[in-house]
């Protein structure tokens, strides 16, 4: 498998791969990144639209490939951390941002979509976290920013697969820390609140929405785009003494008890 991308390698460049790079939040982060200055690889298994947005990236000036990845198929991430590596050598930051959710009640909760939940929200993060660092420990620098949620911190209705594998993520990048920091890898999981994304347009009902309007302090949901404000920060040399962290982005959601007085 060959990474597609038109743009010369040039060796000091960082590489940052984004799981599910190709649309909402993911899109955004690699954006981001490319703005940056990292050469951005987006991995989705929506090819299509990962193509078109590195095809953006580039016409901008940045610099972008794309791969197919599923992270619920281990010879899928197999296939393309061996491309990432044949074609660049290197992996310096990996974005753990694909995910799905699935909203019933635990009582109604299907097996398959547990197991499916699971499968691509906490298997594949660790899957691609153990190949992207085995690169990383190379070169002595890394940053793994795992997207978890606020569900994994705090329950809400109809979460039960979705709001678990979030509080395993959580709880994954706490040992990916502890084991990879004398590596100069650090490893921080973001919690986003409510984000304006089509993922949330399909799953949050106008009822999900009035609540969060009503009990986020700032009164909105946000943008793709201040998550990767965040994943930027992480990535950072800033960042470099920031490890095993989870960081709220959520417009006061997880802070806030009673709002009216």
């Not at 982060?29 to 947005?53: C, H, K, P, T, Y």
């Not at 799953?203 to 302090?217: A, D, G, K, L, M």
Request: one cysteine or more; proline letters at 3%; hydrophobic letters at 45%.
């Amino acid at each position: 498998m060959t990474i597609q991308n038109s743009a010369s390698q040039t060796a000091a460049v960082r590489i940052a791969i984004v799981t599910g790079g190709a649309t909402g939040i993911g899109a955004a982060i690699a954006q981001r990144l490319a703005s940056d200055g990292f050469r951005v690889v987006i991995a989705d298994i929506n090819e299509d639209a990962a193509q078109n947005l590195a095809g953006s990236i580039e016409a901008t000036g940045g610099r972008a490939s794309f791969l197919r990845l599923d992270v619920s198929d281990a010879s899928s991430i197999d296939i393309a951390f061996g491309a990432l590596e044949r074609e660049h050598g290197r992996c310096d930051v990996l974005v753990n941002n694909a995910g799905i959710a699935g909203v019933s009640s635990f009582l109604e909760c299907p097996l398959d979509v547990w197991l499916r939940v699971l499968a691509v929200n906490v298997t594949g993060p660790m899957l691609c976290g153990q190949r992207a660092a085995r690169l990383m420990t190379r070169n002595g620098w890394g940053r793994v920013i795992n997207i978890a949620s606020i569900s994994g911190v705090r329950a809400s209705a109809g979460r039960t697969a979705y709001g678990t594998s979030k509080a395993a993520v959580i709880g994954l990048t706490r040992q990916m820390a502890i084991e990879l920091a004398e590596k100069q890898v650090t490893v921080n999981s973001i919690a986003p609140g409510p984000i304006e994304t089509p993922l949330t347009r399909d799953h949050h009902s106008v009822e999900t929405r009035e609540t969060y309007n009503r009990t986020v302090p700032m009164r909105r949901y946000g943008e793709p785009s201040e998550i990767a404000d965040t994943v930027a920060f992480l990535c950072s040399d800033g960042a470099a003494y920031i490890t095993g962290q989870n960081l709220a982005v959520d417009g006061g959601f997880l802070a806030a008890g009673i709002l009216d007085i």
